[in-house]
Each structure stands twice: as C-alpha cells, then as structure tokens.
C-alpha cells in the first residue's frame, strides 16, 4: 500500500522540493481503471499550487511529489489509504479507490 511512482519523461535530477515547499503542477487524476475523476488542472488552464509534505493534499501527493525532480512528468498511483479512502470524494471518487495522477512538477516555490 502506498504511492508508486512511474516515470514519464524525466527532470533535472537535482531539485527536488522539501516538506513545506510550496510546488505548482500540472495534474490529471483519474480512477485506476482509466474513468475520469474530473480533476485536472490541464482542464482548468491554470497549474495547481499547494504545500508539499504538510497534509494539504492527500498522502500520495505528499510522499510522491518530493521525490520527483524539477520539470519531472510521472506518474502517482496512490492507493485507497494514501487517497481518500474509506470516505472517497464523493460523487467523482468511489469509496477505497486506486487513484491515477499524471503530474508535472513545474515550480518550486
């Protein structure tokens, strides 16, 4: 159980955010079976911006993003414990889902 990380193209290797660091991605979550969760920031046109490491979003993101490195694109399944769990968000996300997130690390503030 936890957050695995897939990469998708890489970044430069050597910046990588730490816990309280403001980050600012470009996301696209979605079930694990491929639906739609309707949450993207691609959708929106603006990039997401949060603190990292801190419990503003869920767990996988807080152990995730920290090991990708500056302009990394990857993958972050999160399991249903390091997701919403038990309680999902409803109506967009069941109960104990697997979530998929396609995410690009674009600035570390």
Request: charged content about 20%.
């Amino acid at each position: 159980m936890g957050v695995t990380i897939e990469l998708i193209s890489p970044g430069d290797g050597k910046t990588f955010p730490k816990k309280g660091d403001r980050v600012t991605i470009h996301y696209v979550g979605t079930l694990a079976d491929g639906t739609s969760s309707s949450r993207a920031s691609l959708c929106s046109g603006s990039p997401f911006e949060t603190d990292i490491g801190v419990g503003k979003v869920i767990k996988g993101w807080d152990e995730g993003v920290p090991q990708l490195s500056l302009g990394q694109k990857a993958n972050l399944i999160a399991t249903p414990d390091y997701a919403y769990g038990s309680r999902g968000f409803p109506p967009v996300i069941p109960a104990n889902s697997t979530l998929k997130f396609e995410v690009e690390l674009l600035k570390i503030n």
